[in-house]
């Protein structure tokens, strides 16, 4: 046989997941904010494999649509399910001969990538089966090792007698085996079991009764081989996931108010002294700085905050960066596209949407500002709106540097609002304003001398 040279991993993903009692095939379940598949794949990619091959069955469409900009994936149909042996020799034919397999299931999704490392190492020339000890062994196959401790079979538990039964290592699922080897064993699979399948861990047997050296690496963490079939277990992982990202934060420096409520569907990264409150919600890409505080109850997706930023209870940002020492929220909103520079306030119910502000601007209450280049140190009043949208198209509103814009004044797009310039309360603008200059656009107030307020006529009927 030919030294093993490089690494293919082949993904078996052709399970239809009927116990997750959901129109979307199982692999494509999220689970902190992608697919279990895309976990899995993620954990492969660390090994830099030289081919990763994707078995795909019943709705396996979808699969492939959800992942068709991944052009290095080779997609191998199983028209049946006929086993997981089955699974694997269908992935065979386009694996090199000195090549080492490493078979990995698309609903094992919280492995991580050192634990698969350990596996290969263990497994060097021969085949490798990541193998876990659990507290109630019921349905997986059992590591059966002889009397030197050497893997000698794995036995599916509806082929196994009661004292194989008794055996708690348990085979997690992904085995490692050079190609050309596998290849023949994989051609003498039978399906006379209790299962009628082709076993993929039949060649376990085979192996040990070759000489080719079997390694049993034990996994350490039992959560992380986990498989999911239901939702129950979809949502245990969901926690064990949430538990597994929270320590890697607290690792890198960040505080916490409680670990088990942060929930972080994405990519975090933390500066010093991070502070995330009760109820925080991560997603995307999260940047956040030095000394960034986040109150509770607070949204964040695709957000970049500068360091020293605090952002206030209950407010949801996303796709927007800021520079430092900004202050958002309570109950900000600030939507994709924005640009905040350093020392921006934006208050309670104020939202922005596709804007630039700059550094030191002001939307301290309740207000609307989109598709609007807001100047240094410029202070937008309660209540101010940018009509930015005429019912066809969208326009920009440009307000100046150090430009006070009065409470509930209304910017009519395109519209621009000259520096140092002020706009009195209650203004309809809706032509440009000259900076410098107090601009006011509302009706002069008056006074009726002689009105009389209406009183009631006494007719007896009733209006
Ligand atoms: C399998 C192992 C068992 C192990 C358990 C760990 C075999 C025979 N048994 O059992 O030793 O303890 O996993 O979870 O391998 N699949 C296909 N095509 C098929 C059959 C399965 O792609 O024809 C995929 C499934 O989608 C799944 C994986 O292979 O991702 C495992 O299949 P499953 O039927 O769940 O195997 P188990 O009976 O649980
Ligand atoms: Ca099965």
Request: aromatic share 4%; charged share 20%.
């Amino acid at each position: 046989m030919n030294p093993v040279t490089s690494l293919s991993v082949v993904v078996l993903a052709a399970g239809a997941g009927k116990r997750m009692r959901s129109p979307l095939p199982k692999v494509l379940q999220p689970l902190a904010g992608r697919t279990l598949l895309d976990h899995v794949l993620h954990c492969a990619e660390a090994l830099r494999p030289a081919a990763t091959h994707v078995v795909y069955g019943h709705g396996g469409e979808a699969v492939r649509r959800h992942f068709a900009e991944r052009a290095e994936l080779r997609w191998v149909e199983q028209a049946q399910r006929l086993g997981t042996g089955h699974a694997v020799a269908q992935a065979m034919p386009g694996i090199p001969e000195d090549h080492l397999v490493l078979v990995l299931c698309g609903d094992v999704p919280l492995l991580r990538a050192a634990t698969l490392e350990a596996l290969l190492q263990g497994t060097g020339e021969g085949v490798g089966v990541l193998s876990v000890e659990l507290p109630d062994p019921t349905g997986y196959g059992r590591i059966v090792r002889d009397s030197s401790g050497a893997v000698a079979a794995i036995v599916e538990e509806r082929d196994a007698d009661a004292a194989t039964r008794a055996v708690r290592e348990v085979n997690t699922g992904v085995i490692a085996a050079p190609a050309g080897r596998l290849r023949g064993w994989l051609s003498r699979l039978g399906n006379d079991n209790a299962q009628g399948e082709y076993y993929l861990t039949d060649i376990i047997a085979m192996a040990v009764a070759e000489g080719v050296s079997v390694a049993g690496v034990r996994a350490a963490d039992a959560d992380e081989v986990a498989g999911i079939n239901t939702r129950a277990q979809l949502a245990a992982a969901e926690s064990a996931l949430r538990r597994r990202i929270a320590a890697a934060l607290l690792d890198q420096g960040a505080i916490l108010a409680d670990p088990a409520r942060l929930d972080v569907r994405g990519e975090v990264t933390v500066g010093q002294d991070v502070f995330l409150d009760a109820n925080v919600t991560l997603e995307g890409r999260v940047e956040l700085g030095d000394g960034v505080h986040i109150g509770p109850n607070v949204v964040l997706r695709d957000v970049c905050l500068g360091a020293g930023t605090v952002v206030h209870a209950f407010s949801l940002l996303e796709g927007m960066r800021c520079g430092t020492d900004c202050q958002l929220g309570p109950y900000a909103r600030v939507r994709p596209g924005s640009e905040l520079a350093e020392r921006v306030k934006i208050g309670n119910f104020v939202e922005v949407k596709n804007s630039r502000l700059a550094e030191g601007a002001k939307a301290n209450h309740l207000s609307y500002v989109g598709d609007t280049d807001v100047g240094r140190d410029a202070n937008i009043g309660a209540g101010t709106i940018t009509c930015n949208y005429d019912g066809a198209n969208k326009h920009r509103t440009v307000i100046g540097d150090g430009a006070f814009i009065g409470s509930g004044v209304e910017l009519v797009a395109p519209v621009e609002i000259g520096p140092g310039a002020t706009i009195g309360a209650g203004s309809t603008i809706s032509k440009n304003a000259p900076p410098h200059q107090l601009t006011l656009a509302r009706a002069r107030q008056t006074t009726l001398r002689h009105w009389q307020r209406p009183t009631k006529q006494r007719s007896g009927e009733d209006h």
